[in-house]
C-alpha cells in the first residue's frame, strides 16, 4: 500500500516539477535523456565561495550572540548547480525549513 501511494506521489511530483518519470527519460533521446543535469539538485563539484562563506559566517557569528550554537544550524547556499557555502548543509537537523 505504501509503494503504490509513494510512487503515485512521486508521479505528481515530477510532473509538478516538469520532468518526466524515469521510465520515459530511457526512451528519449540524448539530449531530453541528459535534461537531469540542469536540475536544482545536481551540483557542480567545486570548494566554497569565499564571499558567500564569509557572510555566512557573519550570519552564524549573529546567531551565536543571541544564544544560538552554529553547530546546530543546517545551512546549504547553493546558486543554480554551484555550490556557494555549507554549515552542517548535509547534516539533517530537527526544524529545518527551506
Given at each position: 500500500m505504501?509503494?503504490?501511494?509513494?510512487?503515485?506521489?512521486?508521479s505528481v511530483w515530477?510532473?509538478?516539477?516538469?520532468?518526466d518519470r524515469p521510465i520515459h527519460a530511457v526512451s528519449t533521446t540524448a539530449?531530453?535523456?541528459l535534461s537531469w543535469q540542469?536540475?536544482?539538485w545536481v551540483l557542480s563539484p567545486g570548494a566554497?565561495?569565499?564571499a558567500t562563506q564569509t557572510s555566512l559566517k557573519q550570519y552564524l557569528n549573529g546567531l551565536t550572540k543571541k544564544g544560538l550554537t552554529d553547530a546546530a544550524q543546517g545551512v546549504w547556499l547553493q546558486a543554480g548547480t554551484h555550490f556557494l557555502a555549507?554549515?552542517?548543509?548535509?547534516?539533517p537537523l530537527p526544524a529545518a525549513s527551506l
Open positions: 505504501l509503494e503504490l501511494f509513494s510512487s503515485g506521489l512521486m515530477f510532473n509538478l516539477a516538469g520532468l539530449v531530453s535523456a540542469d536540475t536544482p566554497p565561495d569565499l555549507s554549515n552542517q548543509g548535509t547534516t
